[in-house]
């Protein structure tokens, strides 16, 4: 058995933005067990700043392993700077992370100077090299920022992961790939895309407001007043995948 904790969208700008990842990441500090990854879909800073970095590096700083993955809000120059101590770069940022019995794939589904995701070619390219040539038996998770299907929400629906038919086709080749992971929609939802397991994490800094909470289309889109959180991904031996969601008390 894997646990895989899953956090997206902490925004890193303000004090409040890093009081509540604060609370999260010592949420999972505390822990009395060793997680098998804690994974961040994106969206780490605001507005990619190298400030906003080095405040983010310090607050995802774990006993656990992390994953982080960029979201619509990051700077892919600054990120891989800021966060993987790498030269500045405007490709594409695309991680392989490889545990116990598991392999996760995190790729980079943001378009520069754009809030809607895409995957490139060569992210594909890549990312189907790396769930075929994955170690035998290990379970294969696709992470990345944008969801690749509506939720229901008109306002994430509209900025969500286009393009979508070829990652579909791309699964549909790759039996062993197990399920995705993805951010972006500052609320915890779980559907499928090309068959598998979809599982989007809760944001930290805000909580959307659904469609149904709202009084009115004018209505402010998102909540400040609720709690943050987190998803707990447990992998079993079988690849059969559970999911425990969260919230976090910013209080104390």
Request: hydrophobic share 40%; charged share 20%.
């Amino acid at each position: 058995m894997a646990v895989i904790a899953h956090l997206s969208d902490i925004h890193i700008d303000d004090e409040r933005s890093v009081q509540r990842t604060r609370a999260v990441t010592a949420y999972l500090e505390d822990l009395p067990y060793d997680l098998d990854l804690v994974l961040v879909t994106g969206d780490i800073a605001d507005h990619g700043t190298p400030e906003e970095y080095a405040t983010a590096r310090g607050l995802l700083a774990s006993r656990h392993p992390v994953l982080v993955c960029p979201g619509n809000h990051d700077d892919r120059a600054a990120f891989r700077r800021g966060l993987l101590a790498e030269p500045g770069s405007e490709g594409p940022v695309d991680q392989v992370y490889r545990g116990a019995g598991f392999t996760v794939v995190a790729c980079d589904s943001s378009v520069p100077g754009k809030p809607e995701g895409w995957l490139g070619d060569g992210t594909l390219a890549w990312l189907e090299e790396q769930v075929a040539g994955a170690p035998e038996g290990d379970a294969v998770l696709v992470a990345f920022h944008h969801p690749p299907v509506a939720l229901h929400v008109p306002y994430v629906d509209g900025i969500r992961q286009f393009g979508e038919g070829r990652l579909a086709e791309l699964a549909g080749r790759q039996p062993r790939l197990t399920a995705f992971l993805a951010g972006h929609a500052h609320t915890a939802a779980a559907t499928t895309f090309a068959g598998r397991p979809l599982l989007v994490g809760p944001g930290v800094v805000n909580t959307i407001r659904l469609p149904w909470e709202r009084h009115t289309h004018a209505d402010d889109h998102a909540r400040l007043d609720q709690p943050p959180g987190v998803a707990f991904h447990v992998l079993h031996e079988d690849h059969r995948l559970t999911t425990h969601f969260r919230t976090v008390s910013t209080e104390g």
